[in-house]
């Protein structure tokens, strides 16, 4: 098979609870994987980011509850959340930049220069522009 279609990532969970706690959109543009993982109530210092070989791992801790009483509703999740996702060959991983605000964590892998579109210039040996 010459042609085949692939997913630039693979995502995994720790639990099926965490997908659930920390929902996620990944969109690829032309030069670079972005990743928006919701992440409320987690401070910055509580979001630990880790890339291993190919895979980029989000852990983030919740804190948990101070309130005195006893919870009669208790739908806020506290613990550690962790995300794990598989990145592509086509993906740098040593330029990896991220952002924390207003409670969602972007990603922001590029695309290595090998793996982004260029044009093919004819009459010129296949040389690229």
Do not use: W, Y
């Not at 959109?25 to 992440?39: F, P």
């Not at 890339?51 to 804190?63: C, F």
């Amino acid at each position: 098979m010459l042609l085949t279609r692939t997913i630039p990532f693979d995502v995994t969970t720790s639990t099926a609870s965490a997908a659930r706690n920390a929902a996620m959109d990944a969109v690829r543009t032309q030069d670079a994987l972005v990743v928006r993982i919701d992440l409320p109530g987690v401070p910055a210092d509580g979001i630990d980011l880790e890339v291993e070989g190919s895979v980029l791992t989000v852990r983030a801790q919740r804190p948990e509850r101070t309130e005195e009483g006893r919870v009669l509703v208790g739908e806020r999740p506290t613990g550690t959340v962790t995300r794990r996702l598989r990145l592509g060959q086509d993906l740098d991983t040593e330029h990896i930049e991220a952002d924390h605000t207003d409670g969602v964590l972007t990603l922001r892998v590029p695309v290595a220069t090998k793996a982004q579109p260029r044009k093919i210039l004819l009459g010129q040996g296949g040389a690229t522009a």
